[in-house]
């Protein structure tokens, strides 16, 4: 079976997430990615190491599926290989400043000077226009800079998310626009680039907050698990752990009080409508938590289930890698890779298409493993191959 994107060259010169996760997006689907970095091995090969070769989770779980190569693209024998790759390629993808870019030779203006209908994808902390645009930044910059980390946590304290949304949310958008630029080039011929920056990514997930706040002024303080605009909707702890209920809309609250046998809630005007609830969320999670309380998280599941109210146990990393829907349902792909203890598990195409699905064929290359093959199709031969090895330009 074929994939979407096959036929579709990507030059991968990401790294960390926000790059890489675009260009396993796009290989997951039939595209072939090359995945370029630095001779040592870019920085993130090595975050949160899981291999005796120092290889990390990250890695592993972007690299799926890609080609790997190790390129200097500083030097001038290094910019003939760049030149060459992109002969070959449709897309270039680097999540670097503008000032990277230009370093690399893979601007827009030197990347169209050599194929015309090149697509550069690119993103950086906050976009390539505005006082920021030269800054650096990781996710959590952008959590904290986009109104979501105030209104996370308890009390006064900010807290950031622990997974990077950010990161992987502007991979995801990048690869959706790698997609859409794609289309319009089948369509006109035509390459252009696409930009995402970390900043939009969690502008555009905190969009709803900042809104209420340009209007209303509200001013908002983080408050836990609760949520400003429903309840309940909040975790709570049972005999033997804890579960999140999310209860939105009148009539999850009305199968929820007659749950707990609160029905003189649905005539008191502090519950009556999801914003009114939001308010008084403290009175509705004290509420549930007594009710909770004596109660094992099985049976306040089972019991939530029956009500058809919304609700899941809070899980720990192994219970979550031991859960039978997590299981059964076939999430995760189980991929070897040398120098692991066991086969690390890799989430499945997150997005299912019926015909054409994507997949993962292949394991995360180790450093520099195709250089030689990619080089050889590129035209040099062993000697020149050699000479760029000893330079250091590969």
């Not at 630095?38 to 290889?55: H, I, N, Y």
């Amino acid at each position: 079976m074929s994939g979407v994107l096959d036929g579709i060259r990507v030059l991968d010169f990401g790294r960390y997430i926000a790059g890489p996760h675009c260009g396993a997006l796009l290989s997951d689907f039939g595209a072939e990615v090359i995945r370029i970095e630095k001779v040592d091995g870019s920085e993130d090969r090595f975050l949160s190491p899981l291999t005796d070769q120092g290889e990390g989770a990250s890695f592993i779980q972007h690299a799926r599926n890609k080609m790997g190569m190790t390129l200097n693209p500083t030097k001038p024998e290094g910019r003939e290989v760049v030149r060459r790759l992109v002969e070959t390629a449709d897309v270039v993808m680097a999540n670097v400043p503008a000032s990277g870019l230009k370093a690399m030779g893979i601007d827009y203006e030197s990347l169209k000077a050599i194929k015309s209908d090149i697509i550069l994808t690119t993103s950086s902390a906050f976009g390539s226009t505005g006082p920021y645009a030269d800054k650096v930044g990781f996710d959590g910059v952008a959590q904290a800079m986009s109104g979501n980390m105030h209104l996370t946590g308890f009390d006064a304290r900010p807290m950031k998310s622990f997974a990077p949304y950010v990161d992987f949310s502007t991979g995801i958008l990048c690869a959706y626009g790698t997609v859409l630029a794609l289309y319009e080039r089948n369509q006109t011929g035509k390459g252009q680039v696409v930009e995402g920056s970390l900043l939009a990514s969690a502008l555009n997930v905190n969009n709803a907050n900042l809104m209420e706040q340009a209007v209303l002024g509200i001013n908002r303080q983080a408050i836990g698990n609760r949520a400003h605009h429903a309840s309940p909707a909040d975790a709570f702890q049972t005999t033997d752990g804890w579960v999140f209920i999310q209860a939105i809309g009148q009539p999850l609250f009305k199968r929820w009080v007659e749950l707990i046998n609160e029905p003189h809630w649905l005539d008191d005007e502090r519950f009556e409508s999801d914003q009114n609830r939001g308010d008084h969320g403290a009175i509705i999670s004290e509420r549930m938590a007594q009710w909770c309380k004596d109660k094992s998280t099985a049976e306040v599941l089972s019991l939530l289930e029956k009500a058809r109210i919304p609700a899941g146990e809070v899980l720990s990393p192994q219970q979550c890698l031991d859960n039978e829907h997590v299981n059964e349902a076939e999430f995760l792909h189980y991929i070897d890779y040398p120098g692991l203890k066991t086969p690390a598990p890799i989430v499945e195409p997150p997005i299912k298409l019926s015909r054409t699905p994507g997949k993962i064929t292949k394991r995360p290359p180790t450093l520099g493993e195709h250089t030689d093959q990619i080089l050889k199709s590129l035209g040099y031969d062993a000697e020149q191959i050699q000479n760029l090895r000893d330079q250091r330009v590969v």
